[in-house]
């Protein structure tokens, strides 16, 4: 793929971020796949695609709930002559906003490092939580946990309400908590309809003339866990709509989760890739090969 000929901005572990002028920012999700904080060798054909789509159908759904930064994801929009095929599909036209300098972390049940923090405190995110809770379990409501926002290779850091204040400001925060449990609700809800839970996820939101705005990517299979509601059962953790075949692989070598990072075979790469196209297909009831750029 081409490197579009607009200013380079960023890079991240999957977006390359470019200025499209007039205010407006050129996303561009490539198929780079990261696990561990560990950007990987192979790259997920099509997972760039899968998150675009996944990100602009929630867009759409949740217009009327929060305003948005998308404007187009058309190839006939970019502020380019001649624009490279394989972009289609996978490259998000926005506005561009303030970002806020937090991850809006929403969790919906007792997994990940929140179920690792509880084992060993009996707190999530600082808070105590009752006694007696399995892993997978069905929290209560959702509870907002945000964190700053690492590099490259660096894990983000869990920040206390009191520390999110200090960042953004009472007001800000609250809006940003409120917006952000808000979203995962309705998200959640439709995705229960039509068997997916989702676990956990998190929001990027900025400012756009004093409006808090949704960002980024949207309840994808990156920013969030997707189980099959089938598979869930407290005590156990179900098979995610994300990279699980990808980090099972990981998970049975004798790898230190540092670069440099191993191989994947095919079979993984194939198996990886499945699971991101059935999880945009059970959660929008589109198929992925209706959306541009794919074979």
Same mark, same amino acid.
């Given at each position: 793929?081409?490197?579009?000929?607009?200013?380079?901005?960023?890079?991240?572990?999957?977006?390359?971020?470019?200025?499209?002028?007039?205010?407006?920012?050129?996303?561009?999700?490539?198929?780079?796949?990261?696990?561990?904080?560990? &950007?990987?060798?192979?790259?997920?054909?099509?997972?760039?695609?899968?998150?675009?789509?996944?990100?602009?159908? %929630?867009?759409?759904?949740?217009?009327?709930? &929060?305003?948005?930064?998308? /404007?187009?994801?058309?190839?006939?929009?970019?502020?380019?002559?001649?624009?490279?095929?394989?972009?289609?599909?996978?490259?998000?036209?926005?506005?561009?906003?303030?970002?806020?300098?937090?991850?809006?972390?929403?969790?919906?049940?007792? @997994?990940? #490092?929140?179920?690792? *923090? +509880?084992?060993?405190?009996? @707190?999530?995110?600082?808070?105590?939580?009752?006694?007696?809770?399995?892993?997978?379990?069905?929290?209560?409501?959702?509870?907002? @946990?945000?964190?700053?926002?690492?590099? /490259?290779?660096?894990?983000?850091?869990?920040? #206390?309400?009191?520390?999110?204040?200090?960042?953004?400001?009472?007001?800000?925060?609250?809006?940003?908590?409120?917006?952000?449990?808000?979203? +995962?609700?309705?998200?959640?809800?439709?995705?229960?309809?039509?068997?997916?839970? &989702?676990?956990?996820?998190?929001?990027?939101?900025?400012? /756009?003339?004093?409006?808090? &705005?949704?960002?980024?990517?949207?309840?994808?299979?990156?920013? #969030?866990?997707? %189980?099959?509601?089938?598979?869930?059962?407290?005590? #156990?953790?179900?098979?995610?709509?994300?990279?699980?075949?990808?980090?099972?692989?990981?998970?049975?070598?004798?790898?230190?989760?540092?670069?440099?990072?191993?191989?994947?075979?095919?079979?993984?790469?194939?198996? @990886?890739?499945?699971? +991101?196209?059935?999880?945009? *297909?059970?959660?929008?009831?589109?198929?992925?090969?209706?959306?541009?750029?794919?074979?």
């Amino acid at each position: 793929m081409a490197e579009p000929p607009l200013p380079h901005l960023s890079s991240g572990k999957v977006r390359d971020i470019y200025d499209a002028g007039e205010g407006r920012l050129l996303l561009v999700a490539s198929d780079r796949m990261s696990a561990f904080d560990v &950007i990987l060798d192979e790259p997920i054909p099509d997972k760039g695609r899968v998150l675009t789509a996944m990100s602009a159908f %929630w867009f759409e759904q949740f217009a009327d709930v &929060i305003g948005g930064h998308m /404007i187009s994801t058309d190839l006939a929009d970019l502020p380019l002559d001649d624009p490279d095929p394989d972009l289609a599909g996978r490259v998000m036209l926005c506005r561009r906003a303030e970002m806020l300098p937090i991850e809006c972390i929403v969790r919906g049940y007792l @997994t990940g #490092s929140a179920w690792k *923090e +509880y084992r060993t405190s009996g @707190t999530m995110h600082g808070a105590a939580l009752p006694e007696g809770l399995l892993e997978s379990a069905q929290l209560p409501e959702p509870v907002f @946990t945000p964190s700053t926002k690492g590099e /490259i290779g660096e894990h983000d850091v869990n920040l #206390s309400w009191a520390e999110t204040v200090d960042l953004v400001g009472i007001e800000l925060a609250e809006r940003a908590r409120d917006a952000s449990i808000r979203i +995962y609700q309705e998200g959640a809800a439709w995705a229960a309809e039509r068997g997916i839970l &989702i676990a956990d996820t998190k929001f990027e939101l900025g400012l /756009i003339d004093g409006e808090l &705005i949704l960002a980024d990517e949207v309840l994808t299979s990156d920013s #969030s866990r997707f %189980w099959p509601a089938e598979d869930w059962a407290p005590g #156990s953790t179900p098979p995610s709509f994300d990279k699980q075949p990808l980090r099972d692989f990981l998970n049975g070598l004798d790898w230190d989760k540092t670069p440099p990072p191993p191989s994947l075979g095919p079979d993984v790469v194939a198996a @990886t890739r499945a699971r +991101y196209v059935e999880g945009y *297909e059970r959660i929008t009831g589109r198929r992925f090969s209706d959306w541009p750029g794919v074979a």
